[in-house]
Every structure is written in structure tokens, then in C-alpha cells.
């Protein structure tokens, strides 16, 4: 069983930057794929960036990429989502996801684990 609790959200004007951060529960944390999804007013979760157990690969949606950066500590059990160039349609709920496992995953039909999700609003 893995808990899940996101931090950092807030409300940001466009081009500004938030940097998001997951603390985990478990002491499998490290064997675990980590990632962000985000849901927007009226919208579908969707897939942000997600990072493998040893945070040696990581990937992105195209609509961040350039501009996210998913990073994990498995010492301390934290993933943390560093966003810059903010845009107005970045504004959603961002959540963290884990899954054990190795793999490519960017579903979040994929994922078991979720924190309680942490708003960004990003002002124009």
C-alpha cells in the first residue's frame, strides 16, 4: 500500500513557475514508477510526466514537454513536479500516481495509487 499527499499548488501569473512535490508512504517507494496527471475545469485526467523507479527515464505529454521537469528522491520518498513557462491552460488539478513495475505508462487506468491532487491556477 502506498499513500500519496501532493504539495506546492498554488495560484501563479503566465510565464511564472511552481514546483510541485509528492511525499509517499511505503518502503517500496523506490521500486515504483511515479507520475502527474492534471484535470482541468470540464476535462479528462490526463498525463503529464511520469519517471521509472530510478528516475533514469523519464517522459512527457508533448503539451509540457520543454517546460516540466519530474524528478524523484527515493532517500527521502518525494517526486516533485518543477513547471515552468506556466500557461493559462496549465490551470488544473495536479495529482501523483504510483505503480509498481517498470514500464511505459501514460493511462491512468495504469496507475493503482493517488495522492488527493493540489491545485494550480495560472493567471494571464
Known amino acids: 500500500q502506498v499513500q500519496l499527499i501532493e504539495s506546492g499548488g498554488g495560484l501563479v501569473q503566465a510565464g511564472g513557475s511552481l514546483r510541485l512535490s509528492c511525499a509517499a508512504s511505503?518502503?517500496?517507494?523506490?521500486?515504483?514508477?511515479m507520475g502527474w496527471f492534471r484535470q482541468g475545469p470540464g476535462k479528462e485526467r490526463e498525463f503529464v510526466a511520469a519517471?521509472?523507479?530510478?528516475?533514469?527515464?523519464?517522459y512527457y505529454a508533448d503539451s509540457v514537454k520543454g517546460r516540466f521537469t519530474i524528478s524523484r528522491d527515493n532517500a527521502k520518498n518525494t517526486v516533485d513536479l518543477q513547471m515552468n513557462s506556466l500557461k493559462p491552460e496549465d490551470t488544473a488539478v495536479y495529482y501523483c500516481a504510483a505503480r509498481s513495475g517498470y514500464g511505459y505508462y501514460t493511462r491512468k487506468t495504469e496507475y493503482a495509487y493517488w495522492g488527493q491532487g493540489t491545485q494550480v491556477t495560472v493567471s494571464s
Open positions: 519517471t521509472s523507479w530510478s528516475g533514469g527515464t523519464t
Open positions: 511505503g518502503r517500496t517507494f523506490s521500486s515504483y514508477t
